[in-house]
């Protein structure tokens, strides 16, 4: 049986789900015989889930109460709480737990905080005694610092001297992380979507250390972001409608050598796009795009450096919140339309087609394999 867990918004965040949910198709007919089974276990909003990499653990961004928390499968389709959750920063929107299971980034778009949350050797959120490197380290040095829960530095808005104070929608601007990916060397790049900004972290014993920031063209809004086989590192944009790409120099320092529009008739201000995937052999990138509600297909050309749009589809759902590429086929989580769509994909081209299948299910945020 094919089987996702889906993240929603509840109450708290002006929608109806109740917990993390499951939908599951019957085994040879999923595509079309996906259907919403109900929440499996309850949590407020969670509205990003990530999973550990070796263990039968799910994290999830309870955003509309600043939480993390950890949950453990207890059957074939059931989660259990693991454990209390974990205040993190305000409108905590995107986990990102390292290859290694060690500890998860927690991005939030309330404050821009970017967070460090160590993990137990069971997965569950910030073990009672701080990681063993951090204690030798407080042992030597006298540094007090606690590897269990660690935040980045803030952030400063690159474009303060800028008279214009405000960002496309008219709001005063302001920090807003948004997101996290791990980097083939063990770094981290963070985007803040209010300033503008790709940052690049060192995880080091009790957190968080900053080691450079790549600055985006102002108002830009950099959301989510996407690591190419190639090493290069790609970037949607919500405000823009762009793709931005990012590549590392011999010191190890990135910076911007490209971008292009998501698609050829997105236009900011009335489009948001918010996920960025990839297809497996990287060759194709898709953007979900909020407004126009469709899904841009771009061909990643050359060595993984230049893009291109190739393709543009609807979706077949309201506001594309979130997608997830599956065994030739683009699951779509319709956050205003309580739906998720399915549509082909054309195996040979990478060009989204048709929805094939359509499943209600409450305001769907985030679509996660069960594996």
Known sequence: MTRFWVGGYGPDGDGSADGIGLLAGDEGRAPTTLAYRGAVVPAPSPSWLAAHPT???????????GEVAAFARSGESALTTLGSPRAAGAAVCHLAVSPDGRFLVASSYGDGRVQRIALGADGALAPGTPDRAAELRAALFGDAGDARTSDGAEASDPYAADPNRLDPNGDPRASHAHAAAFLPDGRIATTDLGYDLVRIWRPAAAG????????????SGPRHLVMHPSGHLHVVTEYSCEVFTLAADREGRWGLIAGTPVSAIATPGHDYPAELSRSRDGETLYAGIRGSDTVAALRVRGSGERVEPLAIADTGVVWPRHHLVHEGQLLVAGQRSDEISVLDLDERTGIPGRVRHRAPAPSPTHLLAVR
Do not use: K, N
């Open 55 to 65: 263990l039968d653990v799910v994290y999830a961004a309870l955003e509309g109460s």
């Open 208 to 219: 968080l250390t900053l080691d450079h920031e790549v600055v985006l063209p102002r108002g």
